[in-house]
């Protein structure tokens, strides 16, 4: 008895849904624990589904731009502030602010 054509590239529903989600690399690991494969083979496997999924292909890479754009708008916010802390603690901040400190004159 042999295996059906296109049985080898079944994935496991949690495999389908990390994809869904563009996550590429959870969806392998989840072939590698499923079917006792390699790293290479379970990637293969991976990729050759994709190939014969279009739309599982492009809903993936929506999926990964959407993320990629969030990690862009967190990274961007976390340096703006970071720069904006920089600014109004740096040893110059009181310069800047118009209040320039006074120190002690001595006369003697």
Known sequence: MG???????QLPEQAIAALQQGR??????????????GLKEAKDRVETYLATQPHLEATMAE????????????????????GLLFYLFSPG????????PKAPRSDR
Do not use: F, T
């Open 63 to 82: 999926a990964q731009a959407a993320s990629h754009r969030g990690c862009m708008m967190i990274l961007g916010a976390l340096i703006a502030a970071g």
């Open 3 to 9: 295996s059906m054509p296109g049985s080898d590239l």
């Open 93 to 100: 901040a009181r310069q800047r602010g118009g209040q320039s």
């Open 24 to 37: 590429k690399i959870e969806a392998i690991q989840l072939v590698r624990a499923r079917h006792g494969l």
